[in-house]
């Protein structure tokens, strides 16, 4: 079973609509969590960190369910501009690594 | 825009020639790496720096052999590679190795070709 699993899609989703991602993890020590964006044929980007609490940033809401270990990215509203590979990352505190999945690509379309 | 910068973009080289990717950050982060990346699958890690110190080398053949001349450089030369290295190399660095919340800051990447 891989560290990190995620869905590679594509998701094709209309402008405007509503897509959810998760993303699932092995290790239970894991303790940091992130949702990295990557463009094609660019770096990926910090998109946000990922908490307990749960947490929002504008059209991107983040959560964490740490009982069934897995993480969550929904975004509203979507853009065209949100078209990317969506990179679930987990870091743990019994390594020093942070480990990557292999990613969730959107495709909005108009 | 990147805090991270890395250079060349792009590199075309022989299985005989040697060259040098570079990764240049200011941010003061103490921990620095090197990822490789094929089309369609996530970064690979290959080697973390952290102040200065090799700590990590992903079983990453010989023929790249990173170096960390100072807290804001660090190079990955390369040697007789084969076609299957070629991949996107990415830089990235963070404030600390291995602390809990670490983010990465990546470069754009040296696309490289080997023929």
């Known amino acids: 079973r891989k560290e990190v699993e995620q869905d590679p899609g594509p998701f094709n989703v209309p402008e405007g609509a509503t897509v959810a991602f998760n993303c699932t993890y092995s290790?239970?020590?894991?303790?940091?969590f992130f949702w990295y964006r990557q463009d094609c044929r660019k770096e990926p980007k910090l998109l946000m960190s990922?908490?307990?609490s749960g947490n929002e940033d504008g059209r991107f809401t983040a959560q964490l369910n740490r009982a069934s270990q897995y993480i969550s990215l929904l975004i509203r509203d979507s853009k065209l501009s949100d078209s990317a590979t969506y990179l679930c990352v987990v870091a743990s505190y019994n390594t020093d690594k942070l480990i990557f999945g292999t990613g969730t690509r959107l495709q909005v379309f108009p | 825009d990147t805090e991270v910068t890395q250079t060349p973009k792009h590199l075309v080289m022989g299985m005989t020639n040697k060259k040098s990717l570079k990764c240049e950050q200011h941010?003061?982060?103490?921990?620095m790496y090197w990822y490789k990346q094929k089309a369609k699958k996530p970064p690979e890690l290959m080697f973390v720096?952290?102040?200065?110190?090799?700590?990590i080398n992903e079983s990453v053949p010989s023929r790249f052999s990173p170096e960390c001349p100072n807290s804001s450089l660090l190079n990955l030369h390369l040697h007789a590679l084969q076609p299957e290295d070629s991949a996107l190399y990415l830089c990235a660095s963070s404030q600390e190795q291995g602390r809990l919340g670490e983010k990465l800051f990546f470069g754009s990447g040296t696309q490289l070709s080997v023929l």
């Open positions: 290790n239970s020590a894991s303790q940091s």
């Open positions: 990922v908490y307990s």
């Open positions: 941010m003061g982060h103490r921990a």
């Open positions: 720096y952290s102040y200065e110190k090799l700590s």
